[in-house]
């Protein structure tokens, strides 16, 4: 008994689940063709009881006035010849036009031995050969009254026979009549019913359909808000003063209260990037300052002085490098716009190697330089290149090789670096380019925004990166792609008291460089 009602419920639970998985709209459609469905059903089985009751009633009517009238016809006029035959004839009745007409089955039995004496078929005979159809052959048990047998409703008459005797007149109709008609009946109600539910269910689809319209214009509108990002756009109201009207009201205001918030966090932000561009750009100043002195300082001490200041001098340098960093980034937040002038990301990468050349002494560091000159700022367009080969450096073991180079493919200038090293951890390459995201390969030297800045600087210049593993799955390679500059002529580059030979095991090589 449990177990039946632990499955009663789980079918039930699973009959719910199932039905609030299916669209409003059906659900709506289809109760309303349930229900419309179970009031038709009622309906025709009372109808269908109601006409086949009349119908068997109206049969019976018409076949107790068939035998009223044949029995006044024959009671009393029939007379036996012959000891056991009646003469029909005589008593001037033709039974065949009596059961013609409803396919009636009509006999006459002798009351006292049973004899048939005659039927629809013949005007007389005997019982030796009666003739006729084989149904009724027998007398009946009893000599009045009515039932059904053979497929026919029977009704008994008794009849007065001359000069001094009796009959039983039988009397039957076919009852596959009456139940075609009922058939008929039933399937016409049926066909009803079906198709009551049928325009039931479209009506409600139509209905449901309409009624929903609201919604389906508060979501397209919701998604164009989703899409433009505007949430100040307009909300439909309907016309109708109900729940619709309600939550498009609720919306609006929801809409207008997040539009301010995000105005509000906007300015903000716009704000504290403000804040950080103007304080990392006074903050190069004394730190600069600090530089000088450091330098100065450590040139002058010894011993563990000495020591004390190269320590200082590493610091604040580090110090000098992080805010230019912040600085960068702060100016790409604020979309601060620096003049651009043509540059060759050829001369630049090319500075940047030899800039690291003491850093990458352990590396293979190749170069091909082929002239790329793109409208962008010279010292971001540095900081960028020169964060790929750092990283490219510092992430890998001793020993690596790793190439960088430069091209023109399609109207675009291509900076490619890329390394045999172990390459970069699964669950890092979708957050690389994030700020402050660490592999944790460098002993936690770097500060994480290298490969930002690098984002953030070809962004800038409406350029695009990509990162992705090298062949075999070891080893990274970056693409940077930026627009070539319109004119072509890179302007020459600021006089710097850095080297321009490259170092390295193998950066001597320049290939293609004009």
């Known amino acids: 008994m449990g177990s039946l009602a632990s499955f009663i419920r789980s079918a039930a639970r699973a009959t719910y689940s199932a039905y609030r ?19 038709l059903a009622g309906f025709a089985a009372i109808v269908g009881t109601l006409i086949e009751r009349q119908v068997r009633t109206q049969f019976a009517d018409q076949q107790t006035f068939a035998v009223d009238k044949l029995y006044s016809e024959l009671n009393g006029k029939l007379r036996f010849t012959h000891g056991t035959s009646v003469d029909c004839a005589r008593a001037k009745v033709s039974l065949g036009d009596y059961a013609s007409a409803e396919h009636a089955q009509i006999r006459i039995f002798d009351l006292a031995d049973g004899y048939l004496l005659c039927t629809q078929s013949e005007i007389s005979g005997a019982h030796h050969s009666p003739g006729g159809s084989p149904l009724f052959r027998s007398a009946p048990d009893k000599s009045s009254g009515t039932f059904s047998a053979a497929g026919y409703r029977v009704v008994l008459r008794q009849l007065n026979v001359k000069p001094a005797g009796g009959a039983t007149l039988l009397y039957a109709l076919p009852l596959s009549d009456v139940d075609h008609t009922a058939a008929e009946v039933q399937v016409f109600l049926l066909l009803g019913v079906l198709g009551g539910t ?41 016309e109708a003063e109900d729940e619709i009207a309600e939550l498009a009201r609720t919306l609006e205001g929801m809409l207008g209260a997040l539009d301010a918030a995000r105005s509000h966090t906007q300015t903000m932000l716009d704000r504290q990037r403000e804040f950080v561009a103007d304080a990392s750009h006074e903050l190069r100043t004394p730190l600069t300052s600090v530089l000088a002195n450091l330098e100065l300082l450590a040139e002058e001490l010894s011993g563990e002085q000495a020591d004390t200041a190269e320590a200082a001098l590493r610091s604040t340098r580090r110090m000098r490098r992080l805010v230019g960093d912040l600085l960068l980034l702060a100016r790409a937040d604020a979309r601060r716009e620096q003049p651009r002038r043509p540059t060759d990301l050829a001369e630049v990468l090319i500075d940047a190697a030899a800039e690291l050349g003491p850093m990458s002494e352990h590396h293979e560091l190749s170069i091909a330089a082929t002239p790329a000159v793109v409208d962008g700022v010279r010292d971001d367009l540095h900081r960028l290149v020169l964060n790929l080969l750092e990283n490219a450096i510092r992430h890998t073991p001793p020993g690596t090789p790793i190439t960088a180079s430069t091209d023109t493919q399609d109207g675009q200038a291509v900076l490619s670096v890329q390394d045999a090293g172990p390459g970069i951890p699964a669950e890092l390459e979708q957050r ?12 936690g030297r770097g500060s994480g925004l290298g490969l930002a800045i690098v984002r953030a600087v070809t962004l800038s210049h409406g350029g695009s990166v990509a990162m992705q593993p090298a062949d075999e799955g070891t080893g990274t390679s970056f693409t940077i792609r930026i627009p070539l500059a319109s004119n072509g002529q890179p302007e020459p580059a600021p006089s710097s008291d ?11 090589r320049r290939r293609n460089r004009s």
């Not at 479209?202 to 989703?226: K, N």
């Open 21 to 39: 998985s299916v669209p409003i709209r059906w659900r709506l459609a289809g109760g309303s063709a349930a229900l419309t469905f179970v009031i």
């Open 198 to 238: 049928v325009a039931a269910l479209i009506a409600g689809l139509f209905v449901s359909a309409r009624a929903m319209r609201p919604i389906v214009e508060l979501t397209d509108a919701a998604r164009e808000i989703e899409r433009t990002r505007d949430a100040s756009g307009q909300i439909p109201h309907p």
């Open 432 to 443: 690389v380019f994030e700020r402050f995201v660490r592999g944790g390969r460098d002993g």
């Open 498 to 508: 850095q080297t321009s030979t490259t170092t390295g095991r193998t950066i001597g």
